[in-house]
């Protein structure tokens, strides 16, 4: 039980879409990423999707309408929504979802979540 310091986790990777647990919450991976560009279109059929921006501003987009999210600011996306999460520039992203929830919404496709 040592305090999280998620600058310094986040100062140990550099790919982006790839979130890396930093901590388990009640059966959920707290997870840092680092954003760039577009991600795949995707939705989550059993759980909704947290995001915290840390740094930088991103957009999740659905197919009715875009939330732009700034640094501080947070946005939970239903389950079974189909969204798109999508950064200009770097941004740096807290995300929290039931352990073994894939990225992508679907396993085959999901990126492997590592633990640092």
């Avoid at 947070?74 to 992203?93: D, S």
Wanted: include cysteine.
């Amino acid at each position: 039980m040592e305090p999280i310091n998620l600058a310094e986790k986040l100062g140990q990777f550099s790919e982006h879409w790839s979130p890396k647990i930093v901590a388990d919450y009640n059966g959920n991976d707290v997870m840092v990423v680092k954003v760039l560009g577009e991600f795949n279109w995707h939705s989550h059929p059993d759980t909704d999707d947290f995001f915290l921006v840390l740094d930088g501003e991103i957009d999740i987009e659905m197919r009715d309408r875009t939330v732009t999210l700034m640094a501080g600011e947070m946005f939970v996306v239903p389950k079974g929504v189909e969204h798109r999460p999508v950064a200009q520039k770097e941004a740096h992203l807290m995300v929290i979802e039931p352990c073994g929830t894939p990225n992508t919404g679907d396993a085959a496709t999901a990126v492997t979540k590592d633990r640092i």
